[in-house]
């Protein structure tokens, strides 16, 4: 698990050591791991800032196939830039993030369903299930392929984005229930691939 100055990494890797993982907590990038998790509750400008001195090689190892899980800001740092503040993401998928809308209570916070948009192996056995949210922005990806979920909160934003190793939940599945653990299974099937 990538530690990069951002809250929520305990209640992560405590939710993946109870599936049997052995998670290892690195301020650097450590090339012989099964997976890769980006956690994340903060700012995305102050976790760019973190990520800068070594974003290049993280983004080459990003992209070299290792199966790779974004949560929350961890999702919202795989694009290109935030309406946050500044600093760059990781550009692993074109878009930015932008704010949930002004007219909705923000943050977004509390228990809120997902929609299925398309199969994933992430979702398998999941639909229109109940999730935990705590954010305020929100990716907007240039390539809407990419979304396997949505949710609405004012309005329908993406909720899980992923190809074929790398994926995000703008949720967090460490504080959602049994669907959340659900989730996590999931990933580490894919793991184990």
């Not at 007219?103 to 199969?119: D, E």
Request: charged share 20%.
């Amino acid at each position: 698990m990538l530690h990069y100055g951002v809250g929520n990494v305990f209640s992560v890797s405590h939710a993946f050591r109870r599936l049997g993982f052995h998670v290892e907590m690195s301020q650097k990038i450590v090339r012989d791991v099964d997976c890769v998790i980006l956690p994340g509750v903060g700012s995305f400008a102050a976790a760019a800032e973190r990520i800068a001195p070594f974003r290049e090689e993280l983004v080459e190892f990003l992209v070299s196939g290792v199966p790779v899980l974004g949560i929350c800001l961890g999702m919202q740092l795989m694009f290109e830039e935030s309406d946050e503040g500044p600093g760059k993401g990781l550009n692993l998928y074109r878009g930015r993030v932008v704010s949930l809308p002004p007219t909705v209570k923000r943050p977004h916070m509390g228990w809120n369903r997902i929609k299925k948009t398309r199969a994933s192996p992430l979702l398998e056995n999941i639909d229109d299930a109940w999730v935990y949210f705590n954010h305020t922005y929100h990716p907007q990806p240039a390539d809407t392929s990419i979304i396997i979920a949505t949710a609405h909160h004012g309005i329908e934003f993406p909720a899980v984005i992923g190809t074929k190793t790398i994926y995000g939940t703008q949720f967090h599945p460490e504080k959602s229930g049994p669907t959340g653990e659900k989730i996590l299974q999931n990933f580490a099937k894919l793991v184990k691939r």
